[in-house]
């Protein structure tokens, strides 16, 4: 099967952000991608989208774009925006172990991307973060 | 994501279904802070219909853990979907949650 690709551009705002996701998240299960990949996509795609509207200040033609890949067994996801340059691969990990009162209500998001994705990189292309994400799949997981 | 609210057995149950992400934790955590603000029940929640949570949803979780604690009442997780029971294991929840399998065992243990 080859590949099928598509694009998502759209201001940094959490309005759209939300229409983007359902779109992507309806290009997904248009390709076949079982429910539980498609789940933990959306998932990191949360985490980073959140992210990435935290640090870039809608306006002066700022924008979000993804580029969604879908072959091979796998999902890949470019995620680029104009903000500052951030390098989330760099977060260092939650500790997990503290008790209920010393441990933060924070800081889980980037370690839930590392842990459900097989891939994930940054680099800062030109003015903007990019960030790929990528899981395979096989086409009998539920 | 909806979420529906019961009290069953001098409890409060929250059931989910959907997804709990950036956009829908808002009205989870609304819907929790109206059970915090009941002083005598215990609180569970059903989680037999959520696909997936994302860290924003997981902070709802520890708040009303952090602010349960001292008050001892009881906050009891229940029936978890193999993903998010993923999630809750890879972000160290079991140790601070308490998880049961069913319905049924959360209202009786929790």
Not at chain 1, 41 to 68: F, I, Q, Y
Not at chain 2, 12 to 41: C, H, M, P, W, Y
């Amino acid at each position: 099967m080859a590949a099928a690709t598509q694009d998502f551009s759209f201001a940094p705002e959490p309005d759209a952000m939300a229409t983007a996701m359902e779109a992507f998240s309806a290009f997904l299960a248009d390709q076949a991608v079982p429910d539980s990949m498609v789940n933990r996509v959306m998932m990191a795609l949360d985490e980073l989208l959140t992210n990435s509207l935290r640090h870039t200040a809608p306006g002066n033609g700022r924008r979000v774009d993804l580029k969604v890949q879908v072959g091979r067994g796998a999902v890949t996801v470019d995620l680029f925006d104009d903000g500052p340059a951030f390098d989330p691969t760099q977060v260092p990990p939650p500790d997990l172990d503290l008790a209920l009162e010393d441990r933060p209500i924070g800081g889980l998001g980037v370690h839930l991307v590392r842990q459900f994705m097989d891939v994930f990189q940054y680099e800062r292309a030109g003015n903007r973060n990019h960030v790929t994400i990528a899981k395979h799949f096989k086409q009998d997981d539920p | 994501m909806t979420i529906t609210r019961e009290d069953q057995d001098g409890k409060i149950v929250l059931t989910l279904s959907g997804q709990i992400d950036s956009k829908t934790a808002k009205a989870f955590e609304e819907e929790i802070n109206r059970a915090l603000g009941d002083e005598q029940s215990g609180i569970v929640i059903d989680c037999a219909d959520l696909a997936f949570i994302s860290s924003a949803g997981l902070r709802i979780f520890l708040i009303a853990a952090k602010k349960l604690k001292p008050r001892k009442r009881s906050l009891a997780v229940c029936s978890l979907q193999p993903l998010v029971a993923d999630i809750f294991q890879t972000t160290g929840l079991p140790g601070i949650l308490t998880i049961f399998l069913d319905r049924e065992s959360a209202l009786a243990g929790g």
